[in-house]
């Protein structure tokens, strides 16, 4: 069996709820160290009845780079609002928060350095085609000055013809050092 195969079967044990979203942080984080992952289009169908899941997809897909997941689930119109980090100089500022658009947000998944980002204990809003998720995500940056801190986060997603489509995340705060 293939590498993306084989992710592909993790996956789709994670929106079963048979493969557990910690075992699945692991699994992203060993198939990072040894290349990259294809994901298509119908992969964002994903969603299903566990956004949770889908929001650790999300984190995972930062961790091993994978901007074909997001070119497959990410509106065209997606924000990502961040609190203080900043990777980019270039990107546009709104008091002390980082907005990205879609290619923006490629462009940070290309660029990331973190180690590994754990979602945990995600509320779900379910709002007919709409979705709402809010909850902690924790991350570990291998950086010696910061290694490692919490983001609270609300994210957006919406039910299309083709799927479901991120169309939003904001962090609401954000807290250095580890979880509490």
Known sequence: MSRDEFVLRCRERILMR???VRTATVICVLV?????VRWTAADSRGLG?????????IDA????????????????????T?????????????GGTTVWNKQQLLNAVRMYKGL?????????????????????????????QRPEYQIYFVRLYAHRATGWQFLSHRTVRQVDGPEP
């Open 32 to 36: 990072a160290a040894t290349g990259t």
């Open 49 to 57: 009845d566990d956004p949770a899941a889908f929001d650790q997809l």
């Open 61 to 80: 897909a930062f961790v091993t780079h994978d901007v074909a997941f997001f070119t497959a689930v990410a509106a065209d119109d997606a924000r990502f």
């Open 116 to 144: 590994a980002r754990n979602v945990d204990t995600v509320e779900v809003e379910r709002h007919g085609d709409f979705v709402e998720t809010l909850g902690p995500i924790q991350v570990k940056t291998g950086d010696a």
């Open 18 to 20: 048979t493969l557990s």
């Open 82 to 94: 961040h609190g203080e980090t900043v990777w980019n100089k270039q990107l546009t500022r709104y």
